[in-house]
Nanobody, 117 residues
């Protein structure tokens, strides 16, 4: 059974840091592109950062220079290091794994990040 489990969400103050983890099981993890999305209350879900099979990364303009996505295939885990957090980063963060060859697409349940001012 394929499973993605996010962790690391918390309440932090303006300027603080958090590291989110997305742990995968039941899949050939190294074959997947992994994307972090977020959804704030009353807003559409948006892409935050992505890392492909070759560890190439992409970021939303709003997080460039503050967030870093990385993957550890040996641990079947993708990380999102978030620094210099702002209140507008407050959202539920979701992990999404996509196999571009098979079109298999999986989502985690999300983890809440709240940044207080």
């Amino acid at each position: 059974q394929v499973q993605l489990v996010e962790s690391g969400g918390d309440l932090v103050q303006l300027g603080g840091s958090l590291r989110l983890s997305c742990a995968a099981s039941g899949m050939n993890f190294s074959a997947y592109t992994v994307i972090w999305h977020r959804q704030a209350p009353g807003k559409q879900r948006e892409l935050v950062a992505a890392v492909n099979r070759g560890a190439r990364t992409n970021y939303a303009d709003s997080v460039k220079g503050r967030f870093t996505i990385s993957r550890d295939n040996a641990k079947n885990t993708v990380y999102l290091q978030m620094n210099s957090l702002k209140p507008e980063d407050t959202a539920v963060y979701y992990c999404n794994a996509i196999n571009l060859n098979s079109n298999h697409n999986y989502w985690g349940q999300g983890t809440q990040v709240t940044v207080s001012s």
